[in-house]
């Protein structure tokens, strides 16, 4: 059993930047590879940000890429987004997942334990 808590987000100015926090429990965290997904209101989720188990392998949505970074501390059990250049469109909210295994797909499914999610509002 899981538990995965999200924490940062908030309101900031077009251009801004947050970084958002991924604690979790469990005595097997660095076996398992982690993402990031977002969902805005009327819109389905959609991916972000993974990060294999060991922190080597990494990949993002096209929409973020070059200003999003996914990172992780297996000894502290946190999974990290940090969020640069921040646009309009980012509003949403953030939720933390952890994969089925140490490096997964995109798709939700492939996630088995979800945050409560984490809002991120970007206003001009």
């Known amino acids: 059993q899981v538990q ?5 987000g908030g ?8 970084r958002l926090s991924c604690a979790a429990s469990g005595r097997t965290f660095s076996t398992y590879g ?3 997904f977002r969902q805005a209101p009327g819109k389905e989720r959609e991916f ?11 990949s993002y949505a096209d929409s973020v890429k070059g200003r999003f ?5 297996n ?5 990290y ?3 640069n250049s921040l646009k309009p469109e980012d509003t949403a909210v953030y939720y933390c997942a952890r ?3 140490g490096w997964v797909t995109t798709a939700p499914a492939d996630f088995d334990s979800w945050g409560q999610g984490t809002q991120v509002t970007v206003s001009s």
Do not use: F, H, N, P
């Open 48 to 58: 972000v940000a993974r990060i294999s188990a060991s922190g080597t392998l990494r």
């Open 4 to 8: 995965l808590v999200e924490s940062g």
């Open 99 to 101: 994969g089925r295994t």
């Open 69 to 73: 970074t996914i990172s992780r501390d």
């Open 11 to 18: 309101l900031v100015q077009v251009g801004g930047s947050l």
């Open 75 to 79: 000894a502290e059990k946190t999974v």
């Open 34 to 36: 982690m993402g990031w």
């Open 81 to 83: 987004l940090q969020m």
